[in-house]
């Protein structure tokens, strides 16, 4: 048994992103850390609220911190692990959020009677912080058993781990911290100039068209500088450069598609965790077997 | 373009509104364009980012409220990490969604959604977020 650490996977983890929430799971599992999944938690509602007037959006957020309260007093650790990156950006903005505006807090402490107020000692972060602040890299060098060589990967942060400032995880205008971990799976990096620009986000429901030219755009770049893959750690930037492939495909002939993969499969992968039951490929529209083939 | 500006915006009732609700100065912003030019949806808008400040401080909220501009928007917060008096556009077209939609207007209809079964719920939840009451 690994050590115990509090893990809030997400809606989408539960289904369509089977693939990010095993590889992240089963990988920390290697590195000597059990997830252990946040009872009771519900849906943190992605977007996070920039209504100043307002505390609608802030309600199920600090909702699970408090769960993250109780939780993490009977394990003794006050870390909440997220890997979705709007998880993990809704999380920590709501957290920072109450923890500056005292009255805001109070408003929602009043408002859920039932709970515990929040004390504001929960540490969100997110998985690529855990791995380069808590277990250290070196650590995730010693288990790499197949490295990843002649692999061309380009990251791509969007923008959720990135910005506002007060969440970022690395540099917002040049992150490194997707490179370093590559690098250590023994993976090319490829320097990938447009890895921290937006997808199109939610515009994929009502305004796929949009979202069709921002996946053209990024692919083909990434393309251009010589990935086999885009990896990154959000379910929504995934669906967008894996399904808008199609929009794009129709829009512009001489699109090539890419496959997408969770910056999480690459790291099961180098572990030698070759298994579908922690890959999951059947949820990706274009899929990377054929590119990964040499290390499954 | 040529306007006329009729009444002082500072007094402008549905300004004073979106700056409340943003939390934002919108008469700080000096017209720098640098929120515009990093803007990855600015090809897909018919109002630019800094001139959502523009027809701000002339108190012309009608063009805004009729404009594509705020619904393109895709709160990726690339203009606000960068401007240089630390303006949150993206708060600020957050407001100008939210004076509509708290007119209990639903700028996207949930049951109208195509291929609702392959759209993952983050995208779901996200977008009714963003455009509905
Ligand atoms: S960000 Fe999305 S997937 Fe993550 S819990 Fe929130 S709504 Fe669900
Ligand atoms: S889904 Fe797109 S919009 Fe969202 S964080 Fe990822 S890159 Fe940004
Ligand atoms: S970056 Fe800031 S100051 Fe410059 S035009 Fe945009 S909002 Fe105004
Ligand atoms: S938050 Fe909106 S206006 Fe600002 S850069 Fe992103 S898409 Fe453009």
């Not at chain 1, 505390?55 to 979705?84: M, P, S, Y």
């Not at chain 1, 009255?103 to 515990?116: C, Q, R, S, V």
């Not at chain 1, 515009?203 to 990024?218: A, F, N, P, Q």
């Not at chain 2, 934002?24 to 800094?50: H, K, T, W």
Request: aromatic share 10%; glycine share 6%; with cysteine.
């Amino acid at each position: 048994m690994g050590k115990k650490v509090m893990f809030y996977p997400g809606c989408t983890l539960k289904g369509v992103a089977k693939n990010l929430e095993d590889s992240t799971v089963e990988s920390a599992r290697v590195l000597g850390y059990d997830l252990v999944e946040l009872p009771g938690w519900t849906c943190c509602g992605a977007v996070y609220g920039l209504a100043q007037d307002s505390v609608k959006f802030t309600i199920a957020n600090v909702r699970n911190l408090i769960k993250a309260q109780n939780f993490g007093k009977e394990i003794g650790d006050n870390r909440l692990l997220a890997v979705c990156s709007m998880c993990y950006n809704n999380l920590k903005r709501a957290h920072i959020d109450v923890m500056k505006n005292r009255d805001k807090l109070k408003t929602l402490d009043l408002f859920m009677d039932e709970e515990a107020n929040y004390e504001g000692n929960i540490n969100v972060m997110h998985y690529l912080q855990f791995l380069k602040n808590d277990v250290g890299m070196d650590k995730v060098a010693e288990m790499v058993k197949k490295p990843l060589k002649g692999l061309k990967v380009a990251p791509y942060y969007g923008c959720l781990l990135l910005r506002p400032d007060e969440v970022a995880i690395d540099d917002r205008e040049d992150p490194h911290i997707l490179e370093e971990l590559f690098e250590i799976l023994g993976a090319e990096v490829v320097d990938y100039p447009l890895k921290n620009e937006c997808c199109g986000s939610y515009h994929t429901v009502d305004k796929k068209e949009i979202v069709g030219e921002r996946t053209y755009k990024l692919v083909s770049v990434a393309k251009g500088m010589g990935a086999d893959v885009i990896a990154t750690s959000c379910p929504l930037c995934f669906f967008n450069l894996d399904k808008r492939q199609e929009i794009a495909k129709q829009k512009h002939s001489e699109f090539e598609h890419m496959p997408i993969v969770y910056f999480t499969q690459l790291m099961a992968i180098a572990f030698g965790l070759t298994s579908q039951d922690v890959l999951h490929f059947d949820k990706h529209y274009i899929s990377p077997e054929e590119v990964l083939q040499k290390w499954l | 373009m040529k306007y006329t500006i009729t009444k002082d915006p500072h007094e402008d009732e549905r300004v004073q509104k979106i700056i409340e609700i943003s939390g934002q100065n919108i008469f700080s912003c000096y017209q720098c364009g640098r929120c515009s030019s990093g803007c990855p949806m600015a090809e897909f808008m018919d109002v630019l980012p800094n001139q959502v400040f523009m027809f701000l401080q002339e108190g012309d909220v009608d063009t805004l409220l009729n404009a594509k501009t705020p619904w393109i928007c895709a709160a990726c917060f690339t203009c606000t990490v960068r401007c240089p008096v630390g303006l949150d556009l993206a708060a600020v077209m957050e407001a100008i969604r939210e004076l509509q939609l708290r007119k209990n207007y639903d700028y996207v209809d949930p049951y109208k959604v195509e291929d609702r079964e392959e759209l993952p719920p983050i995208a779901m939840v996200s977008n009714f977020r963003k455009f509905t009451p």
